[in-house]
């Protein structure tokens, strides 16, 4: 969601970027985020995203994939494209 953002405003500035995901981050991971940026003072956006992913991504087996696609409903209100990008994400997992 963060690539679409920075691409649709066409942010291409590194410090630009880094910051805007800085700003992003709440309660304990804005913890993290400060104390990664005093340990990288000058670091590229790529090198922030892997760190990000390590520590925050959740990782999913197959069971869990399979477990968590048939459990998605969609409620009366909710938007299709919604449930699109959550089943698509959970596909990519396997």
């Not at 985020?33 to 790529?46: L, R």
């Not at 992913?53 to 409903?73: D, F, G, P």
Request: net charge positive; charged share 20%.
């Amino acid at each position: 969601m963060f690539h679409k953002a920075i691409h649709t405003n066409g942010e291409k500035i590194n410090v630009d970027v880094v910051n805007l995901f800085y700003f992003t981050f709440h309660d304990a991971i804005s913890e993290w985020g400060e104390k990664f940026m005093q340990a990288h003072p000058i670091c590229k956006f790529e090198k922030l995203q892997i760190a990000f992913c390590k520590c925050y991504q959740k990782l999913q087996t197959n069971e869990r994939v399979y477990i968590a696609l048939q459990m998605i409903k969609q409620g009366g209100n909710k938007k299709v494209e919604i449930y699109y990008d959550h089943i698509l994400k959970l596909a990519n997992y396997i």
